[in-house]
């Protein structure tokens, strides 16, 4: 992956949905995420384009765009496709953050292109976009207990328990971010693609 120059547009998209009903759920850990990386860098979501809610400013001197699609999680696609056609973004340089069933809370894994995962979200956006090449950041939200639907798992809030570990994902999530776009792919995975023990 090349790194952007200083007058391109990085998207970083965190994956949720909206509304105060879905505020804390699992589900909506990539909002999270994008809040905490926006506020590291006193940027606000004040503008409303293409669907999502968006802070733009500058990241360690890039150009970014940090966007929280208003549609529900399954219409994604929608409004990353959109912003990425508006603002010309090299797929290369679009990062989605999104939940993840198959790590455990406190994991955080970057890879700079795959699959969905079965993820209706990610699903959306490979489909608007026509690619899965694009970086992504998923963060582990547990397997649901016994028997439990996934479907309704999501769409549960996090514990007073969990927050704490929680808490310190995101700052881990966040610092990802900054080393993808200052540094590359490349040595934010070797740094942050750790075994994590929880």
Known sequence: MTLAT???YT???GLGNPGLKYAANRHNVGFH???SLASAHDLTFHKKQKRARIAMGTVLGRRVIIAKPQTFMNESGRAVAALVRFYKVRLERVLVVYDDLDLPLGAVRLRPEGGTGGHKGMR???DHLGSQSFPRLRIGIDRPPGRMDPAAYVLQD???KEKPLLEETLGRAVAAIETWLGEGVEPAM????R???V
Not at 190 to 193: A, E, R, V
Request: charged share 15%; aromatic share 10%.
């Open 6 to 8: 200083s007058s391109e």
């Open 11 to 13: 998207l970083i998209v």
């Open 33 to 35: 995420c994008v809040r």
């Open 124 to 126: 959306s956006i490979v």
């Open 158 to 160: 996090f514990s007073m």
């Open 190 to 193: 070797s740094q942050y693609n």
């Open 195 to 197: 075994s994590v023990e």
